[in-house]
């Protein structure tokens, strides 16, 4: 099992930028495959970026491509995500997960382990 708790949430302005970053509690961090979803007021949760058990490996919901960058830390069981260019529409609840992963591989859906979220504002 697994515990996260991320942090690093703020208001920021449009254009501007915000890290995430999710600590995980465990001697086995490096054996799950981590992601970042978020969910906005109305709307359901949705994946946002995939990173695989190494970090070989990642994957972004389109229309974050080219400003997120998700990257791990196995030695400090650390799991962030850069967000550039941050646009209103990207104000959402911003929730890690984890899932146990059997190899390089990165997951949209399957996840079992959460954390609480931490909330990005971006102002027009």
């Known amino acids: 099992q697994v515990q996260l708790v991320e942090s690093g949430g703020g208001l920021v302005q449009a254009g501007g930028s915000l890290r995430l970053s999710c600590a995980a509690s465990?001697?086995?961090?490096?054996?799950?495959?981590m992601g970042w979803f978020r969910q906005a007021p109305g709307k359901e949760r949705e994946f946002v970026a995939g990173?695989?058990?190494?970090?070989?490996?990642?994957d972004y919901k389109d229309s974050v491509k080219g400003r997120f960058t998700i990257s791990r830390d196995n030695a400090k069981n650390t799991v962030a995500l850069q967000m550039n260019s941050l646009q209103p529409e990207d104000t959402a609840v911003y929730y890690c997960a984890a899932v146990v992963s059997g190899g390089e591989i990165t997951y949209k859906q399957g996840y079992r382990y959460w954390g609480r979220g931490t909330q990005v504002t971006v102002s027009s």
């Open positions: 990173i695989s058990r190494s970090g070989s490996s990642t």
């Open positions: 465990g001697r086995t961090f490096s054996m799950y495959a």
